[in-house]
């Protein structure tokens, strides 16, 4: 009699699969390469006609595994078999060659035979095995199979050939065998067949045979197999199962591979069914029996496949996946408790899109920020592209495009996945007067300049003068903003977060200042009537984009306190290398009131300024009274210098300091006196 053969699962990874794998490598196993469970999914066999010929093509015997199969909780597919499955994914891809195959192999097999005798059920009888590494680099991904299934010695042989289920079974019990099936919550697997049609799962052989003869004992299996002279491999180790525990009364079995998903038509069912033997004395149960099953690879040697999903991959999504790989991986050893979903949803608010907005731009993308605006009244000139990253040659003919729009238009071409828009506004300033008829557009600005920073959370101060801050910032703190601040010199700068409000700061907590704390003086009019070097911002090249980076890394650090925008200011002798949260850091370390760092000597100062209660920009008396009268109170501080003087009472500050001076009897010293 001829030798059974049975056909060998054949794997079926869906792209799914690797998309979900490499999120789980990147925020779930990182370094680990620990074994986890999975799943995976096979049904009955198919084959498909060939429109020429007319012949039955049969497909593979396919296992199939997806995105759900990292799900505990996914739901199987109507008529689908779920199987259980162990991954294992590898570091590096000398790893993964290196791997001890063959102990990985027989702990599978062993787990399969310990869970027969033990538990005489069928639920482990497909379990799988995969190793994998996945370069997400190149999304190449290597992988291998395992299908264990146990060998027979003397191996199983068949009395006639496998012939259509319909020449054993009469049309009625087929249907009445897959009605039932259909009946069941889950498919059965494997099943046992009476003549009278009843199912019941193999683990009930006893029972359910008790007083059936031989000849009417049918063991029956959903057959991922469509070819018609070979059984699928689910049998082999049904097969064995039987011997192990009925020996017997299994040395003939009579079979049915099942393979009707639907009822068919004109009753051509392609169900098989045949009878197969094995000789010999029943297996010795104290041993376990050897096993095969490592999957060929497509050249049909023992051997991994490749999965190379590059040239299959959207390029936008590409990007979207590798555009925080660098981000991620600081979570693997460096900072595992990085909360980079609180970075990437802030949105950010840049108000101005010159040489600091550019580097600004560029560095929130490298930390993951997804929203960011451009304000700015300006275009594109040919001094422009050399010094700021965002703009090219082309975009400074015609005139020039709107700085903005044209900044955020190249954020897009760097990465599409950003969501960043310009728009060009001028933001009105103290000292500088609105006329009559200007008015009506100025108020539409400030209103329009209002609900950005209402959608933003996040507002960077990146202007070429010290006037234009002003407006922003008196808003900011209004509304409870973050505001970060960053100011050039030649070879100087000022990076500093605004402190949060009055009535914001915790108890006992000490207010920090913002931009206009540390000034006697309100802001005015510095652009009229200078020179084209006091015009231009005249720095050295290197110092916008460490102002811009360091304003960043500030907004970074203080995301990640746990205090966030009521972050305090680490104390003058506060070791500034500790990056202890219990010292008041951050994971990213300390947090920062203010940076002045100095380019030709190369260091940055730390500084706390406290919050003045006559400032200009977030003392409660302005505060309160924007919120009272609104664009009116702002029209006084365009169009009158002496406005927020007299507001904050600086002006009478100023007159008792003249006061004083005038009151102090200055001795005069005779030139001529000897000492």
């Known amino acids: 009699m001829p030798i059974v053969q049975f056909a060998p699962f054949s794997s079926l990874v869906q792209p799914s699969f690797w998309h979900e794998l490499t999120n789980i490598k990147i925020d779930v196993l990182q370094l680990s390469d620990a074994a986890i469970p999975i799943t995976g999914s096979y049904s009955v066999g198919r084959s498909v006609t060939d429109r020429e010929s007319g012949k039955e093509i049969a497909l593979g015997c396919n296992l199939s595994i997806g995105s759900e199969s990292f799900d505990k909780e996914a739901k199987t597919v109507p008529g689908s078999i779920t199987t259980s499955g162990t991954f294992k994914n590898y570091n590096t891809i000398e790893e993964f060659k290196a791997a001890d195959k063959t102990t990985l192999f027989n702990e599978e097999v062993t787990k399969i035979w310990d869970h027969i005798i033990a ?229 950010c608010l840049l108000l101005g899109a010159g040489t600091l907005g550019c580097y600004v731009a ?123 601040n960053a100011a050039l010199g030649f070879d100087t700068y000022l990076v500093m977060r605004h402190g949060a409000r009055a009535n914001a700061v915790p108890c006992n907590g000490a207010r920090l200042g913002c931009y206009y704390c540390n000034d006697i003086v309100a802001p005015s009019d510095s652009l009229t009537d200078r020179t084209l070097d006091q015009m231009c911002t005249v720095t050295r090249p290197g110092l916008a984009p460490i102002a811009a980076s360091t304003a960043v890394e500030l907004l970074a650090s203080l995301l990640q306190h746990p205090e966030g925008h009521h972050a305090p200011a680490p104390q003058a002798n506060q070791n500034s290398a500790s990056h202890s949260e219990e010292d008041g850091g951050s994971v990213l370390g300390v947090v920062p009131h203010q940076l ?18 006559r400032c200009t920009g977030c003392s409660e008396i302005v505060l309160r009274e924007y919120e009272k009268a609104g664009f009116e109170m702002m029209l006084k501080a365009f169009n009158d210098t002496k406005y927020l003087p007299k507001l904050t009472g600086l002006d009478a500050l100023y007159n008792e300091g003249e006061e004083a001076l005038e009151k102090i009897d200055w001795d005069e010293e005779d030139g001529g006196e000897d000492f």
């Open 362 to 484: 560029r560095t929130l993308m490298g930390w993951g920020v997804r929203t960011i605006t451009f304000v700015d009244s300006a275009r594109v000139s040919f001094s422009n592209p050399v010094r700021q990253p965002l703009f090219e040659f082309e975009d400074c003919l015609e005139g020039g495009k709107p700085k903005a729009e044209c900044a955020a238009a190249h954020l897009k071409k760097i990465f599409p996945g950003i969501n960043s828009s310009g728009i060009s506004l001028s933001i009105p300033m103290p000292g500088h007067p609105i006329p009559s008829s200007e008015v009506a557009k100025t108020k539409t600005d400030v209103e329009k300049l209002e609900a950005l920073i209402d959608e933003h959370d996040a507002v960077f101060l990146l202007m070429d003068s010290r006037e234009s801050r002003w407006l922003p910032t008196v808003i900011g703190a209004a509304k409870g903003k973050i505001v970060i």
């Open 119 to 347: 538990t005489r059920d069928t639920s482990c009888l497909n379990n799988f095995l995969i190793i994998t590494f996945a370069d997400l680099k190149k999304y190449k991904y290597y992988y291998w199979f395992a299908f264990p299934a146990f060998v027979s010695k003397p191996a199983w042989e068949i009395s006639d050939d496998w012939q259509s289920a319909s020449k054993e079974f009469s049309a009625e019990l087929l249907i009445k065998i897959h009605d039932q099936l259909k009946s069941r919550p889950a498919t059965l697997p494997f099943f046992l067949v009476r003549e009278d049609a009843s199912i019941a799962p193999v683990e009930e052989f006893s029972a359910f045979f008790a007083s059936t003869s031989p000849s009417s004992q049918t063991i029956a299996f959903i057959d991922p197999s469509p070819n018609p002279s070979n059984p699928g491999w689910p049998l082999r180790n049904l097969l064995a199962y039987l011997r192990t525990l009925y020996p017997q009364s299994t040395s003939s079995v009579r079979v049915l591979c099942w393979r009707d998903a639907e009822i068919p038509p004109a009753s051509s069912w392609k169900s098989r069914f045949g009878v197969v033997q094995v000789r010999g004395a029943p297996p010795n149960n104290d041993e376990r029996p050897s096993a095969v099953g490592w999957e060929k690879n497509p050249q049909g040697k023992l051997g991994p496949r490749l999965a190379d999903l590059a040239p299959m991959m959207d390029p936008t999504r590409l990007a979207d996946q590798a555009v925080d790989l660098n981000l991620k991986l600081m979570r693997w050893r460096i900072l595992p408790s990085l909360d980079l979903d609180k970075i990437s949803a802030t949105k």
């Open 596 to 613: 002045r760092g100095f380019l030709a000597q190369f260091r940055n100062v730390p500084i706390v300024g406290a919050a003045y209660d």
